[in-house]
């Protein structure tokens, strides 16, 4: 089955965009309205992606890694170029492409919206789609509407979310079920975000004794579970030790570019941690280093690469590195709060920047990506 991004929207750089899997008068009825609210003030969903979009919430002093590598190109490719193939397989599902939308929001009416936004565009495209911490839905049924995707989604793998350190505070497999439940998902992910807590206010931090919980929650939730950071990235030491516990992946979600103790520095109104949240601007495992550590420890482990990853050329070198699947988040926020044209765009764009590397080396599909001998360390 080809794969290769035809007829999209004309974008910037006058390339025709990707049209496929779409019903011919959805384009037609496609919304140019934003997302955000227009209010300063809310819960912390709403900030989280108003700084997201308007702060300079970066790492600082440490890049993905990406730039480190170079595909050396191939003049002859002997294939075309609509044959080439982003068909994949991840956890025994068979994927229109090896990307995914990562874990991002909702918990709001606004942030909802977002995520019924990036579900619609993550079906039309084949993309997996993760949602934000459904721990708020979990306890407050109230806000489950704003991660209930399934509906939206129908074809794709979603992935439900929860804060790992949860399970320190009275979370087990019970209230897990009810977020794989309430997002539809296929998967749980359990994200590790223990700097983020430190420099956030209403921050939890005992990570004590949490691998056997970990373990726990592997063996009886009854669907696969696997572990993310949120920036700043797994070594393989650490990614053997998940996957002995029964994780099933592992998204390294790496350092280089959202860094959330840059964002929990501009919620908080202690001093003393604003001013302490400088010094890790710098702080995580970069993407790719992550992404070839984990892979070089643990071969046969499901792999999903994020972090920082800013257009297809970086999801190319994530796969070609050993990544599975390639995680993109920040850089979606602001298209999907702007339109579905603008998020859709930007999927075909990625995907047509994916497909144009693997032709510029003459990989014809993602095995011969993922061997390939022209990633070259600069």
Sequence with gaps: MNHTPQNMPTGRDGRSGDNRSR????LNALASESLLPSSTTGERKIEHVRLCLNEEVGGNGITTGFDDYRFRHNALPELNFEDISLDTVFL????????????????????????????????????CLG???VRAAVERSELASTFRVRDKAPGIPVIANIGAVQLSYGFGVDECRRAVEI????????????????????????????????????????????????????????????????????????????????????????????????????????????????????????????????????AAKALALGADLAGFGRNLLGPAVESETA????????????????????????????????????
């Design 92 to 127: 025994g599902k068979k994927l229109r492409t090896p990307l995914l939308i990562s874990s991002m929001t909702g918990g709001s009416a606004a942030t909802g919206a977002i995520n019924d936004r990036l579900a619609e565009a993550a079906e039309r495209r084949g993309w």
């Design 131 to 133: 949602v934000g911490s």
């Design 183 to 314: 997002a539809g998902a296929d998967w749980l992910v359990l994200h590790l975000n223990g700097l983020q807590e430190v420099f956030q206010p209403e921050g939890n931090t005992g990570f004590a004794g949490l691998l056997p919980k970990i373990e726990r929650l592997c063996r009886e939730l009854g669907v696969p579970v696997g572990i993310k950071e949120v920036g700043w990235g797994i070594d393989g030491e650490t990614a053997v030790r998940l996957y002995n516990a029964g994780a099933a992946f592992i998204d390294v979600a790496g350092a280089g570019g959202t860094s959330w103790s840059q964002v929990e520095k501009f919620r908080s109104i202690d001093p003393v941690r604003r001013a302490a949240a400088e010094a890790f601007a710098d702080w995580g495992i970069p993407t790719a280093e992550s992404i070839a550590d984990v892979r070089a420890a643990a071969p046969q482990g499901a792999l999903i690469g994020s972090g920082g990853l800013r257009h297809g050329v970086d």
């Design 343 to 378: 998020l859709d765009n930007a999927l075909a764009q990625v995907e047509l920047e994916l497909c144009t590397a693997m032709f510029g080396i003459g990989a014809p599909d993602l095995n011969t990506l993922r061997s390939t001998p022209r990633l070259l360390r600069k």
């Design 23 to 26: 019903e011919p008068q959805t």
